[in-house]
């Protein structure tokens, strides 16, 4: 019987195929707008159409795509607002969290954190966009972890796929890197101190500074589609 257990470790095709589309789609191989046809989906990623539309159902509840009459589903559009009301979102969840996890750090805890943190690092010096977001996305696991929140955490990873997007095209602003890491480390300092409210105020200036670089990439290229038509 033993031959019959299931290797969970193992992703199936429908997560593999869920994993690289969006990617495509946070790295902006696919751009705002776009068309995502089922027929050329199959071709390129080399699966059937059956495990191209259960993603594309999947995406669309992450808020990566939607279904527009007459065309089908696209690329979501990034809608300044909501943009806006996502980073408001992670200021308040966030920062609430980098308080409690500062309140309840170990030495464990900020170890475990640090070495997140130079696996951020090393992907920004080696350019490697998609490790960037993995690690990023780990440290603040392992930071809403520690401080115990998670059911505020479940509602972040609600919107991870979002964040991520937004999170890949900041990162690429020039000088965000270095920028970046002062921000995160200016917070992890304050979680080893176990000073809660600087570590708050430091989640709170990382969040603002992100989204105001977010909102600015997006009235630059709003702009540039304006010139283009």
Same mark, same amino acid.
């Given at each position: ?9 193992a992703? $199936? ?9 969006r ?64 980073y ?22 900020? $170890? ?23 690690? $990023? ?53 304050a ?18 500074? $992100? ?19």
């Amino acid at each position: 019987m033993s031959d019959l257990k299931i290797d969970r470790t193992a992703k $199936t095709l429908r997560e593999l195929t869920l994993d690289k589309l969006r990617g495509a789609i946070v790295q902006g191989y696919f751009k705002p707008g776009a068309r995502l046809v089922e027929r050329t989906l199959c071709d390129e990623l080399g699966v059937s159409r059956t495990v191209v539309r259960e993603v594309l159902r999947h995406l669309e509840t992450e808020g990566l795509v939607e279904i527009v009459a007459r065309q089908g589903p696209i690329v979501a559009r990034l809608d300044p607002s909501q943009v806006g009301e996502i980073y408001e979102l992670r200021s308040l969840l966030e920062a609430n969290a980098a308080q409690a996890c500062a309140e309840r750090a170990t030495p464990e805890l900020v $170890t475990r954190l640090r070495a997140i943190r130079r696996k951020i690092e090393a992907a920004f010096a080696a350019g490697e966009a998609p490790r960037v977001l993995e690690h $990023t996305e780990a440290f603040y696991d392992a930071m809403f972890d520690g401080a115990g929140k998670v059911v505020s955490l479940s509602v972040v990873k609600s919107l991870n796929a979002r964040i991520n997007r937004l999170r890949a095209m900041t990162i690429a602003t020039p000088g965000r890197s270095e920028e970046s890491n002062r921000e995160m480390n200016a917070l992890l300092d304050a979680i080893e101190r176990r000073d809660g409210e600087t570590a708050a105020a430091a989640s709170r200036a990382h969040i603002k500074r $992100t989204a105001e670089l977010a909102l600015r990439v997006l009235a630059e290229q709003e702009e540039r589609a304006a010139q283009a038509e």
